[in-house]
């Protein structure tokens, strides 16, 4: 069972810790509509290095108060007055939060509400799987700031929608909500009540997972798609050999041949 006291020295995330693995991770910056600063980023990293190794079998990833995520926190970096290469090297550091998210090998599920928007699209983007509740809304203001997307909007949310569609929002400011906004990509599940209780619900349907089937999941199909299609399709078998032949798998497998295994069917 993990231990949640090795949690308890984090300042802008609140971390709780259920029984199954699953840890629910909140953005407590309500007073900023949880902004992105520089010490949240900072945990941000910490905390999803080590996920994995400390045994974590899922993350919820959540915002405190009635927003996701706004994004960078704008009066930090104005009052910061950056120069070209202090916020290069803060763009670093959100890249280095964001691919360990994605490429960390722990299911990341997001329960989005109200403001995702720029820097908080950017980290939505880098969750496996987004939830959306009815007063979500997503975009990309930065045209409108005078400032250009540094989180890694050109690579992920231009994989969601596509690169028209992003230019789109960096450009116009366009806002998309609701049934539209998953069907372009920006999330996979839109519900009417509780976001965060449909995201626990995905993590515990997914912590049950084998732990290295789910870091195959969530971290190799990322990596195929950066490769050729020919370095893809050996990348995915090497994958596959180890995977598939798991001694965990064998119970699993056993139970799907003599019929005893779950079996798959149409949600009701």
């Known amino acids: 069972m993990l231990d949640a006291s090795q949690f308890d020295d984090y ?3 609140d971390i709780a810790v259920r029984d199954n693995g699953v840890v629910i991770v909140t953005l407590d910056r309500a007073d900023k509509r949880n902004a992105l600063d520089v ?12 996920a994995h190794r400390n045994g974590v079998r899922a993350v919820v990833l ?6 996701f995520c706004a994004g960078l926190d704008l009066i930090e970096h104005w009052k910061a007055d950056r120069s070209p290469d202090e916020f290069m090297h803060v763009c670093l550091r959100w890249h280095e939060a964001f691919n360990k998210m994605e490429y ?8 989005l509400q109200g403001a995702v928007v720029g820097g908080g699209l950017e980290l939505a983007s880098a969750a496996h799987v987004r939830v959306a509740d009815a007063t979500t809304y997503f975009a990309l203001p930065e045209g409108q ?5 540094g989180g890694g909007a050109t690579i992920r949310v231009s994989d969601l929608i596509g690169k028209a569609r992003m230019i789109d929002m960096v450009l116009t400011g366009r806002v998309y909500q609701g049934q539209e906004a998953v069907d372009l990509g920006l999330a996979q599940y839109l519900v009417e009540g509780s976001s965060l209780d449909k995201a626990i619900a995905l993590a515990d349907k997914t912590a049950a997972n084998l732990p290295l089937t789910n870091f195959a999941i969530c971290s190799a199909i990322s990596h195929i798609r950066n490769m050729s299609a020919m370095d893809g ?21 056993e139970a799907f041949a003599d019929k005893t295994g779950a079996r798959v069917r149409p949600e009701s």
């Open 233 to 253: 399709a050996y990348a995915e078998s090497v994958v596959a050999g180890m995977v598939n032949t798991q001694p965990a798998a064998r119970a699993r497998l």
């Open 62 to 67: 959540a915002g405190a108060g009635d927003h």
């Open 145 to 149: 700031r005078g400032i250009f997307t």
């Open 39 to 50: 010490a949240t980023i900072d945990e941000l990293v910490r905390f999803f290095s080590s």
């Open 11 to 13: 300042s802008n995330l």
């Open 104 to 111: 960390g090998g722990v299911p990341v599920i997001a329960a």
